[in-house]
């Protein structure tokens, strides 16, 4: 049985796919030269909050928008082989990796896998058993500080061996409240080129 949400998405492709005209003509490289690191978050579209159409710029996602090895690797690709030479570090205010830290994470997996509660203030469990500790081992990537977290991404990608020093890495937070970005000076002074 198909669920719902299966035949939603399929719908929408085939709308979508009726009018794809001339988007198979786009080229493999972005347009626009540049890529976005930003977070999952289903509030945050960055075509929309940067102006972008199909085949402009590369667009990264994670939860949190965090600098890890896999965002890296991705930045390094769109610039080595796909031209791009100018990246954005975009976090956003109201991020649920603020509600939570490593151990918190860990904890709620290690006692069960099912998705947990939370109150606003705690995270809990409706069930209990049939976890994994393999939490414990991974790093989660949470954030204390939205401003803090941006800084230390850009300059974790800034640092990176294989991250040219010609190409800046500019860092903001989107406002999920009004809909704008706001830099980050601090990460942006981190990642200009040398």
Avoid at 46 to 67: C, F, M, Q, T, W
Wanted: glycine share 8%; charged share 25%.
């Amino acid at each position: 049985m198909t669920s719902k949400i299966v035949g939603e998405v399929t719908s929408a492709n085939s709308q979508y796919a009726a009018t794809f005209g001339d988007k198979s003509k786009l080229a493999m490289p972005p347009a626009r030269r540049f890529a976005i690191l930003t977070c999952m978050d289903a509030r945050l579209d960055p075509a929309k909050y940067a102006g972008l159409s199909e085949g402009d710029a590369h667009v990264i996602r994670n939860a949190g928008g965090r600098a890890t090895d896999d965002a890296i690797r991705s930045l390094v690709i769109s610039h080595k082989l796909l031209a791009t030479n100018e990246w954005f570090v975009i976090h956003h205010s109201d991020c649920g990796m603020e509600l939570f830290c490593d151990e918190v994470m860990a904890d709620l997996l290690d006692d069960n896998l099912s998705t947990a509660n939370f109150d606003g203030k705690n995270w809990s469990n409706p069930r209990h058993g049939g976890g994994c500790a393999a939490g414990h081992f991974i790093k989660w990537y949470t954030i204390k500080s939205q401003e803090e977290s941006v800084l230390q991404d850009v300059q974790r990608i800034r640092q990176h061996p294989l991250v040219p020093r010609d190409v800046p890495i500019y860092g903001y937070i989107f406002d999920v409240k009004t809909g704008r970005i706001n830099e980050v000076a601090k990460a942006t002074q981190a990642g200009r080129a040398a």
